[in-house]
Each structure stands twice: as C-alpha cells, then as structure tokens.
C-alpha cells in the first residue's frame, strides 16, 4: 500500500500500520464505533431498510378480478446510495373478453389450449371465463452518487407467469444544475419478452377451429422492448417543482395478443366464423409528461399531471391525473385523486369485420384497450401515520370506461352492446415501515 | 473554578427550536425539527443533560470524577464501570489503530510544552530532549491493563478522555434524543458540542447545510463552502487557533506521541464527514497527526474530508 511506502523514511508509523491497514484505520474505526454506541443505533437514518408492502384488489363487475401483494424494500448505504428490491404476485382470476362480438343466437369458442369449448349466452359479450393467471415480478434497482451533483441509477427486472416471461434492464443518469435547483435526466430502458401461449401461437388472421388446436404456427415468440426518458425537473420555489419529460418506445416482435380473436360478421351482423388477431410486428411510441408539484398550507401537496402520447398505432391518448394530499394533522392525510383518460383507437381496431370481404386487412384485433375510449378514475386515500416512521393507508378507487361503438353489419351495435361499459373497484391496503 | 451555568436557552428558528447551552467549556446548540415547544424543550434537556454527564464523569478538571479516580491510583488496579471499561476499550483500539499516534495517555507531554511556553514571559524556549525523553516512558497505552473491568496504570501514567469526550457526548446525546420516545426516533434533530455536529436523518427534501470557512478542497472532492449532509457527523480538527511559537519557528499544538515533538506540517484544518462523531472526531485528528502525509492517508483510507493547508 502506498502509505506504507511514503510514511516509511519518517520517524513516527511503519510496521503497526500495515497491520493496522490490512482492516483499514477508517473501517476499523468504524467497527470499534459501532461496538462502543451500539449495534443497533437508534439514529433513525440509520434504519437502513425502509420497507413498503401492499395488497391491491381489482374487481371488473363480472369479469377479471386481481389480487396484486407488493412488498418493495430500499436500504440505504453508506454516501447517500440506496438498492431497492421489490417483489409483486399478481393473481388474477375471472373473465376476460375474448375479442368476439356478441351475437343474437349462442356461440360457441375453442378454448386456447384447443381441448375445450365454452359458449356465449345470446346478446352477451364473449368473455373467456376460465381465465386464470398469476405473474410473479422481481425487480432490485441501484442508485449511487458519482458526484455531488451526479446521480446514477440502474436495474433489473424479471417477470414470469405461465404463458409470458420478461427480462428488463435500466439505466438511467442525473444531474444537478443551477445549485441542485434543475435536474437533468436521461434513462434507457430494454426488455427482452418471451411470449409462450397456452396451446401455440395462433396463425394471425386464420380461422379459430372449435374443439381442435388447429392453425397454430409454433410454440413461442418473443417480443423486446427499448424505451428511452430524457427529463428535466426544475424546482421552482421551495414549495414547488415542475417536471417535464419526453419518453421515446420501440417495440417488436410478437406484439398479439394470442387469446384474441375478431368476429366475421355477415349482413345481419350472425357470426360466420372467427378470425384471430393480427398486429403489426412493431410500434414506435412517443409521449410527453408534463407535472407539477407544491406544497400547500403546512403539509398539504397538490399534484397535477397530463400526459400526451402518439404512436404509429394511431392510439393518441390525454391522461390528466390529479390528487391532493391533505394533511390533516400529524397522523392523518386524505388524498383524493381524479384520473381522467381519453384514447382515440388503434388504426386496426375493429369490434367486426364483414365476412363476405375477400380480402382481410393486414392488421385487426377486436382487443377493447385499443379501442376509442374515456376511462375516469375516482377516489381516495387515506393514510394514518404512527410510531417510528410507520404508515397504514386505505385507497379505494372506482374506474369507469366508456367505449365508442363501431359501426357492424346488420346494425349489430343497435341490438347489443358490442364495447360494453367497464366498471371496476380497486382496494388497496397498504403498510410502511422502517428497521 | 467558578459552577458551570447549566441552562437552557429555547429560540424558533423556523423550522427548528434552537436550543443553546453551554457543555464541556463550548457553546452548544441543538436543532430540533418539531412543533411544540414543550417537547422541543424535552428534547434539549435530554441532549443538555447528557452532555453535561459526561462532561462531570470525564472531566481531568473534576476531582470527584472517573478521570481523576484513574489517575490518582499510583499503580493501583482500579474497578471502572462498564461506560468507563468500553470507552477505555475503545481508546486501546485507537491506539492500536493509530500505530500509537491516538493516545489519551500523551497528556503528560502537552504539560512540558506548555510549561516552556509559558515559563517566562517573551522567553519562550524550546523543551530540553532530556525533559522529554524523562516522560516517554509514562506514555503508550499499551502499558495499561485492562482485564474485564479492572483496570491498572503504571504508577505516574496520566490519561485524560478529552480527545474522545466531546465526539462521545455529541453521539450519546443525539441517541438518546431520539430513543426517547417512538416520535423522536424519527425527528430530524443536529447536535452541535463546539463544532463537532452531529445529525439524525434531515426533513425530506431538506438537508443540513452547514457552512465551513476557508477550505481547499481535496483533490477528489467537490469545493463548496457549504456542506450539505442528510445525516451522520461532520467535526473539523485544526492547529490554526493553537500553536506556539519560539525563536520564530511555529509549532503545531499536535505532539506525536511517540516522538515527545509537534507534528511537523499538519494541515491548518481538517474537515471530516463520518457516520458518527466519534468516527469523524478520530479520524480528522488521525489526517492531521499524519502530518505531510494527511491527504496521502486521507486518500488511501478513502475519508470523506476536506483539507485545508
């Protein structure tokens, strides 16, 4: 070690300090420290892990219900460095609409895996009601100083259910300008999917046979996904700040969703048959996010957001969410919250599709999110804090969607709901705590 | 000596209580991030109140304490109790950590310097190698012997805790503070014993900034004049205030241990940040004992600290 060698030709430390220096002075000093005030500090930043569990419960009236339990845990070290670990199950159950119009008689559909038929009462929306799913997340994340005015971040992630496996990586680089009051950042994002139907990937556009696994083109696919954030958050007074990013998303692959099919419709709007879906094999999206954030009175906070995103899917979509955590004295906060959400339809999206075409466009599915529609968030949290650091919250939320109708053959959308409204109520309970 | 004034002074300093007191012959302060003044006033007195214990219990000046017990036993084993046997404990691992450079049993040598300086007026000299050389051997903690709690010094042998007392007051204190009751643990509270601070986790969003005069930055940390810490300790160790000066040449008030003479090139001050006070107060008076070599010891231990020469 150099030290050894420049402190060599004076009088005062050589050979103790290479014994000494095998631990460190400083990392030996700190361990005589610790043994001398305690193992355990009481120093409340020193309660290095501070620990956020979760339970969310999703329920769509008649259809998928998900119970989502969320434990994230950050530990702070040493110079201002935080690792996070967070690990999320999501398990859902329930129905979910399997892209069919409804129809004036009972149809009848091929499970994925081909071995089973369910059937449709008539003028209801098909729904696949043997649904069932759990995913298992992992993810940890790092995030260090390199200077002072210099942050880096960067993690994994991995994601595993029955049909889907996902492998993601971040990075993502800060830095402070104009005395720490501007924060300039940029974040690269990679997922690598791999997709696994239940009973094969479906040919797209070919037609679902019912009771048999027929036109089915391998086993699996995959799918990868690069995002790109490039964000600047400037702190306006001492109670304000305001953020501003450009987020840029290339995905490719298999980009269908397997389970979804789109009903060939004759001139009185009967199904003729089933076709599965078909999405490009790319989407290019662009969004800016724009925020503000201030504090009010002694510890209220007023959070507004919108959000503006283009893709070549031709899917536009407005977000404005907005809560205001009102803190009602040491213990107690409410925080209302109001999402609004309005998305014109992917150019492909259709609810039908005439049968006597000769000709199938390249790119359909009947996948009601890429539809044309407004979805309203309402609802609020409330939040009990106690003890050392810790908080109790309850939220509950209610969705509600609203879907534009299509035009189909035989005026079907007159006789039967074919993008039936979605109602859904979320609980979430959560708990916080530091050790 | 005159009684020490043991009160309290209690200001708003928006968002902090500012309490003032006066421990170990310092100016002291304490931040305390809560509304109340009632249990801003709780808080001080915990703090206030462990300072000054220690400052009684530890003192070389109190007859009646731990200190002069030890050294009044002329060879005699002593029993200590436990607070006394760990931070004796933790002085011998300095010593050791510190090849014999951290040594509570060099006060002996502070007395000839001092002796010489003042001797007489105008005509201050330098110690005689003899008179230094005559109270080597009462120095070296390794001749101390510490077994369980019984404690036995070399007849003549002199230890004195106050290179460790305040950074030990200041970390106790603050703990204290914050065990007191489960809404303390998490109050952001900074503990200043005469600039050496100590600081639990700081309001979200709102760091402690302390201020530092003249500093040089060291070759890989940032320059600021300001500090900005979210918690953990910062003490400063300087010779600037303190040196004598004979025949024209000037000598730092550091003495190496070893040698019986000052340090020779220590840096004007040393600013370090560590987890506790007690890591930061050892290791800023380590970098100036070092001498020449601080940066080249503060860099290869990897200390966060600020040098000024």
């Keep these: 070690m150099q030290l050894d060698k420049t402190n060599k030709p004076k009088s005062s430390c050589t050979s103790r300090y290479r014994h000494a220096t095998k631990l460190g002075v400083a990392a030996g000093l700190a361990q005589a420290t610790t043994a001398l005030l305690g193992t355990a500090p009481a120093l409340a930043g020193d309660k290095s892990w501070d620990v956020d569990t979760a339970v969310l419960y999703y329920s769509e009236t008649d259809r998928v219900t998900a119970v989502e339990p969320v434990i994230s845990a950050t530990k702070k070290l040493e110079g201002d460095r935080f690792w996070n670990i967070k690990l999320a199950i999501d398990s859902l159950t329930g129905a979910t609409p399997n892209g069919a119009s409804p129809a004036d008689e009972v149809q009848t559909f091929s499970t994925p895996s081909g071995k089973n038929t369910y059937q449709t009462p008539e003028s209801e929306l098909p729904l696949d009601d043997v649904f069932k799913d759990t995913r298992a997340a992992l993810s940890t994340q790092y995030t260090a100083p390199l200077s002072d005015t210099l942050r880096f971040s960067g993690g994994i992630a991995a994601s595993r259910e029955y049909d889907y496996q996902s492998v993601a990586l971040n990075v993502n680089i800060a830095k402070d300008l104009n005395q720490h009051n501007t924060t300039l950042s940029a974040g690269l994002a990679l997922a690598g999917d791999r997709i696994k139907p239940v009973g094969g990937k479906p040919i797209p556009l070919s037609e679902m046979t019912i009771g048999s696994n027929g036109n089915k083109e391998g086993e699996d696919d995959n799918k990868t996904v690069t995002d790109l954030l490039l964000g600047v958050t400037q702190v306006m007074s001492p109670r304000w700040l305001v953020q501003l990013n450009y987020s840029f998303s290339n995905q490719s692959g298999y980009l269908n969703d397997a389970y979804k099919v789109v009903s060939l419709l004759d001139s009185d709007g009967a199904p003729q048959g089933y076709v599965y879906e078909s999405r490009p094999d790319k989407r290019t999206k662009h969004s800016i996010f724009m925020r503000s954030k201030s504090h009010h009175g002694k510890d209220n906070i007023f959070d507004i957001s919108y959000r503006y995103h283009t893709d070549d899917w031709g899917i536009d979509s407005h977000t404005i969410d907005t809560r205001y955590r009102w803190q009602l004295n040491e213990h107690h906060y409410l925080e209302p919250h109001l999402r609004y959400y309005q998305q014109a339809g992917a150019d492909f999206y259709v609810q039908g599709l005439d049968a006597s075409l000769t000709e199938l466009p390249a790119n359909i599915s009947a996948d009601s999110r890429l539809g044309e529609f407004t979805g309203t968030t309402f609802g609020a949290k409330y939040g009990y804090l106690f003890g050392d650091n810790k908080e109790i919250n309850l939220r509950i939320e209610r969705y509600k969607q609203t879907g534009e109708h299509q035009t189909l053959p035989g005026n079907l959308q007159d006789r039967h709901n074919t993008f039936p409204d979605l109602d859904a109520i979320i609980v979430q309970v959560g708990y916080s705590f530091k050790f | ?309």
């Design chain 2, 1 to 309: 000596m005159t009684a020490p004034n043991r009160s309290i002074h209690l200001t708003l300093r928006k968002p902090f209580w500012l309490a003032q007191f006066s421990a170990m012959a310092c100016p002291c302060e304490a931040l305390i991030a809560v509304d109340d003044k009632t249990q801003a006033s709780q808080i001080a007195q915990v703090i206030a109140t462990e300072a000054w214990r220690i400052e009684d219990k530890y003192s070389r000046f109190t007859k009646t304490g731990i200190t002069a017990a030890i050294n009044n036993a002329n060879g005699q084993p002593i029993t200590l109790d436990d607070e006394t046997t760990a931070l004796f404990h933790y002085a011998q691992q300095l010593y050791e950590l510190s090849d014999g450079l951290f040594d509570i049993s060099a006060g002996v040598l502070k007395n000839i310097w001092a002796f010489h300086q003042k001797k007489t007026a105008g005509q201050q000299e330098l110690p005689s190698q003899a008179s230094i050389q005559a109270v080597l051997p009462l120095i070296g903690l390794t001749k101390a012997k510490l077994t369980g709690n019984t404690l036995a010094l070399p007849k003549g042998m002199q230890i004195d805790f106050g290179g460790i007392g305040k950074e030990y007051a200041a970390d106790k204190s603050l703990r204290l503070a914050l065990e007191g009751n489960a809404s303390n643990a998490s109050t952001a509270i900074l503990v200043n014993l005469g600039g050496d601070l100590v600081a639990s986790q700081s309001l979200p969003k709102r760091p402690w900034h302390i201020g530092f005069n003249d500093t040089k930055a060291d070759n890989n940390l940032t320059a600021s004049e300001r500090l900005t810490f979210q918690d953990g300790a910062v003490t400063t160790s300087g010779t600037s205030q303190r040196q004598w000066v004979i025949d024209g040449k000037s000598y730092s008030h550091l003495l190496n241990p070893k040698t019986g003479w000052p340090v020779l090139n220590p840096p004007k001050a040393v600013t370090v940040a560590a987890p506790t006070c007690m890591q930061a107060g050892m290791l800023s008076t380590l970098i100036m004992l070092q001498g020449e070599h601080a940066e080249t010891f503060a860099h290869n231990e990897a200390i966060k600290c600020w040098i000024t020469r």
